[in-house]
């Protein structure tokens, strides 16, 4: 049983930072990729970032390129989201999410290729 435990979330001031946290638990996950998405009130969910677990390979939306950086902590089974210059559109309940998915944009960005999630976590940028 995969476990997805997001954490980190919270409210912050325009330009500010927050860091998210994603505990892994429940498999081996070195074949697995792991993203984050986020979900504002009345908007679809949309794709952050993710990462390859095996070597570290990163991608990432557009509205957070050179903002947000996703790393993850093989020992500790966790993935980040370090989120500096905030805005208030980054305001969203964040989801970490892990799927098995080859090593390419287009499958990363796609929620079809993660079949685990976590609860989310809320944040909230004021301005």
């Known amino acids: 049983q995969v476990q997805l435990v997001e954490s980190g979330g919270g409210l912050v001031q325009t330009g500010g930072s927050l860091r998210l946290s994603c505990a892994a638990s429940?498999?081996?996950?070195?074949?697995?990729?792991m993203g984050w998405f986020r979900q504002a009130p009345g908007k679809e969910r949309e794709f952050v970032a993710a990462?390859?677990?095996?070597?570290?390979?990163?991608y990432y939306a557009d509205s957070v390129k050179g903002r947000f950086t996703i790393s993850r902590d093989i020992a500790k089974n966790t993935v980040y989201l370090q989120m500096n210059s905030m805005k208030p559109e980054d305001t969203a309940v964040y989801y970490c999410a892990a799927g098995a998915w080859a090593p390419y944009t287009y499958y990363a960005r796609s929620e079809d290729n993660y079949p685990y999630w976590g609860q989310g976590t809320q944040v909230t940028v004021s301005s």
């Open positions: 429940g498999r081996t996950f070195s074949n697995y990729g």
């Open positions: 990462i390859t677990w095996s070597d570290g390979r990163t």
